[in-house]
């Protein structure tokens, strides 16, 4: 038995995945089941208490699941994951374990739109209180960090831009503030960027984007880096201090370098109760089999269409990490290097009205809000997922008025390039 | 050794050949990482016995407590201990006298003492520092996996339906300790400092 490594697609295809016990089932079963039946009563006292390694209920857990969690942790290089029913539920069982009412977290300003509201709205009733910092200012992390600082939150490749953000740098100020860096890798993929190389304490997805990859089911994950010293300083008493819910535990002491992903477990998912369905999970999980191959031919095909905008006369700019002229290529070369992911805004010189035309002309490209499906997509962010925003907050996010936003599918780059074309040309 | 990042085979020859364990600092509250750990070892099988002076007289799920590691009358294959890492160093000087000596010597999860290890390993004890034997079997037999856990193992084999009370293989293949490597490098880190 070697202690080898294996690569990132066996790991795609095999990790947390094997036969099933009962019935020899090779694909993994659908556990399409709300509870488990106890052995006796001891066996349900100890599953109970965090005693036991085992199943309850479907809200806490389920085998089905529990293979999405642990393909993706090994895909990551975490610990641990827990598997939530979306990327919007991931962030705000994050949170609950780290932040209380009157608490702060410093979050990078360009981020996805959804993300952007629910910072400033929703969290704000529960008083988490977002503070604002920009991912081009490294500094400004630095600045807005204060004593009740609690996390930094980022997105690898930024929705809606595709900007690349400096992992690393936003790392550092982390460390040194001694909080965690909580990475949002929807748009990259762990196939493109691995945020726990780069510092990142947990990395939070969307699984309805690239990882599902078909466009076909909502879901979310949450991945512990096991990284982070959860005990010092009683900064983090969901994790350091003894829990009245299970009897006095305290779950890094009982857990180790995984107490984060059981306590978005046992004290998120179970008490505010976003559990993602068996079934979306299988979905998932086979989209995450082919993860390698389709993230592979998204970014040549992503690269082929921008390319092929950057030269089209209609076009006002193009900003794509993976264009050598781009502001973001240097980054993109260091965190992305087999690809700098599918998803980018152009702008049309003939703006808002012309965003509208081209999308209203396009055949193959969907008119959707979504990103991350095999299909390509496209939508106009300022009047939808941005819509939101202020005008100088659309614009300072990447998402102004004549800004149109492509999620570059697996068709063949030439009938892509051939529907932008005649779309562009009316 | 290094105690840093332990190779899966170091672990899995350790818990695939001991047959008997001495858990000191065993705790008889049933919310202690202690008693669950006794509990969960004592169902895969193992020989537990709970060293603890402080419940001499009582049991642990059927094990009569012994207060010290000479009063367990018999050779003992693992002393898994159970205490802050300022309490270890008696523990394995105890240990050192013994006769036969204990083939390993455990620390838990959160307990590490360098100059103790390295005493033990000079006399030929193989030594784990900040892991927890119930967690490592969990891993290795990817029993741990309904928790979410990384097991970092991989089998195209179909497993038995586990029942109570049944030994796991932990023969799997695995992973290496690289794919957790992030967080081996804060735990040395962290030692480092401190
Ligand atoms: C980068 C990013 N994060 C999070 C989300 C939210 O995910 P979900 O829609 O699964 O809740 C999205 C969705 O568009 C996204 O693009």
Redesign the interface.
Known sequence: ??????GFS??AV???A?????T?ARATPIYQTTSFVF?DAD?AA?LF?L?????IYTRI?N?T???L??RV??LE???????VASGHAAQVVVLQQLLQPGDEFIAARKLYGGSINQFTHAFKSFGWNVVWADPDDIASFERAVTPRTKAIFIESIANPAGSITDIEAISTVARKAGVPLIVDNTLASPYLIRP??HGADIVVHSLTKFLGGHGNSLGGIIVD?????WSTGGKYPMLSEPRPE????RLQ??????AF??AC?VLGLRDLGPALSPFNAFMILTGIETLPLRMQKHCDNAKAVAEFLAGHPAVASVSYAGLPSDKYNQLARKYAPKGAGAVFTFSLKGGYDAGVSLVSKLQLFSHLANVGDTRSLVIHPASTTHSQLDDAAKIKSGAGPDVVRLSVGIEDKEDLIADLEQALAG | MNHDAYPDNYIRGILNSVKSIAMVGASPVNVRPSYFAFKYLAQRGYDMIPVNPGHVGKDLLGKPFVASLRDIGRPVDMIDIFRNSSHIMPVVEEALTLDPLPKVIWMQLGARDDAAAEKAEAAGIKVVMNRCPKIEYGRLSSEISWMGVNSRTLSSKRPPAPTQGMRLSLNRMSVGGGDTAASDRAAKNKSEQS
Do not use: C, K, W
């Open positions: 038995m070697s202690d080898r490594l294996p066996t790991l095999h990790a947390g094997q036969p099933d016990p009962t020899g052995n066996h100890s208490g005693q036991a390694f085992g199943n857990g085998p699941n529990a293979v969690e642990e942790a090994a290089g975490g610990t641990a994951a827990l598997a726990i190389d880096a096991g990284t982070f010293d299970y009897h006095g535990i002491e009982t857990f180790g370098n995984f992903a059981i477990r």
